[in-house]
């Protein structure tokens, strides 16, 4: 300890240390325990071409869900299911690719020019799969793009080869929360859809949570010395003594 430094002033400053130190050790467990949970949703971009990838708690719509006339607006009446659509499809109920169910979506109203060449599909929690059936018009080009928080993570071109020919569409084990359809070039931008189908990411385990829980603890990484405490140092100073010489009770004057 510095000769000018008191020992509430040393106490002090070991508190801070042992403070900065502990707080050191939950950044550091924190780190490690988000990894384990961050750690699968490494994005390998890959496209889903088919439905296999989706497990058993994997959410489908294939527009029959709700009864609603056909060239109903569609933004957030499948809401309650976990999608919305911006700023909207359409439900169609007279284009039906050979397999697919009764009613599918539009990106465009029946008998109209009336279209929205750019669809999001914005699911209320984050994916790692989503697909659906897809078709288009031959000769036209669509932009399929994963976007999670407001940024592109993957994406890619699809190009419709025959007139209403169906494809699964989507991705797949990549993490995102919003789908967006958007025709890029060719004469058509009309496309319709089905069998709407995601898969939430899912929640931490519990051993997780509670390792998580026991690392935010304020007194986690706190450690006890052993021993009986030890008294502070003192400068060394000059024996007090009275007017004739002779010590004071052997005190040491400051």
């Known amino acids: ?36 949970v961050l750690g699968s949703s490494v994005a390998r971009a890959t496209p889903a071409t088919d439905f296999s990838f989706f497990g058993p708690d994997a959410i489908s719509l294939d ?5 609603l006339s056909a060239g109903t607006v569609l933004t957030t009446q499948y809401a309650g299911f976990g999608v919305e659509f911006s700023p909207n499809v359409w439900l169609e109920d007279n284009r039906r690719p050979v397999g697919w169910d009764r009613r599918n979506i539009a990106n465009f109203l029946t008998g109209t020019s009336i279209s929205n060449p750019s669809v999001d599909f914005l699911f209320s929690r984050t994916v790692d799969a989503a697909a659906l059936e897809f078709a288009g018009n031959a000769g036209n080009d669509f932009l399929f793009e994963a976007i999670l928080g407001g940024s ?54 519990p051993a997780l949570l509670v390792a998580l829980g026991l690392a935010l603890m304020p007194g986690s990484g706190r450690t006890r010395r052993e021993g009986p405490p030890q008294a502070a140092p003192t400068r060394p100073g000059r024996l007090a003594t009275r007017a004739d010489g002779s010590p004071v009770d052997g005190s040491r004057a400051e």
């Open 63 to 67: 527009f029959d869900e709700i009864r």
């Open 152 to 205: 592109v993570v993957e994406s890619f071109m699809h190009a419709q080869a025959a007139c209403c020919t169906a494809q699964i569409l989507g991705f797949e084990d990549i993490e995102f929360d919003t789908l967006c359809i958007t025709h890029d070039s060719g004469a058509s931008p009309f496309f319709i859809g089905d069998a709407l189908t995601w898969q939430v990411v899912p929640e931490p385990g």
């Open 1 to 36: 300890m510095p000769l000018d430094m008191s020992p509430a002033t040393a106490s002090g400053l070991a508190r801070a240390r042992s403070r900065e130190r502990r707080w050191a050790r939950f950044a550091l467990g924190l780190s490690a325990i988000l990894g384990l």
